[in-house]
């Protein structure tokens, strides 16, 4: 079993930062793909971005690639989102999921967090 557990999530004015962290723990793989998704009020949750265990390999969403990075920490089993230049359309809560390689469907992934909320206000 692994547990994640997000934080970093506020209130920022559009144009503004905001770094996420994901921390694994319990049966945490290093080799484990993790990736960020987010639900918006109203809307489906959507792939925001991934990375592979050995951290080599990245997936972005087109509507935040050139603003969000992805990276692993020295530990393998922390990951951050780093989040530039946001938007107002950017607010949502923002999950992370570990599964066994990276993708864009969230029925790729078999352990998700409980979310982070981000509001970015115009």
């Known amino acids: 079993q692994v547990q994640l557990v997000e934080s970093g999530g506020g209130l920022v004015q559009a144009g503004g930062s905001l770094r996420l962290s994901c921390a694994g723990s319990?049966?945490?793989?290093?080799?484990?793909?993790m990736g960020w998704f987010r639900q918006a009020p109203g809307k489906e949750r959507e792939f925001v971005v991934a990375?592979?265990?050995?951290?080599?390999?990245?997936a972005y969403a087109d509507s935040v690639k050139g603003r969000f990075g992805i990276s692993r920490g020295n530990a393998k089993n922390t990951v951050y989102l780093q989040m530039n230049s946001l938007k107002p359309e950017d607010t949502g809560v923002y999950y992370c999921?570990?599964?066994?390689?990276?993708?864009?469907?969230?029925?790729?992934?078999?352990?998700w967090g409980r979310g982070t909320q981000v509001t970015v206000s115009s």
């Open positions: 319990g049966r945490t793989s290093t080799h484990y793909a």
């Open positions: 999921a570990a599964g066994g390689r990276v993708g864009r469907t969230d029925n790729i992934y078999n352990y």
């Open positions: 990375i592979s265990g050995s951290g080599d390999m990245t």
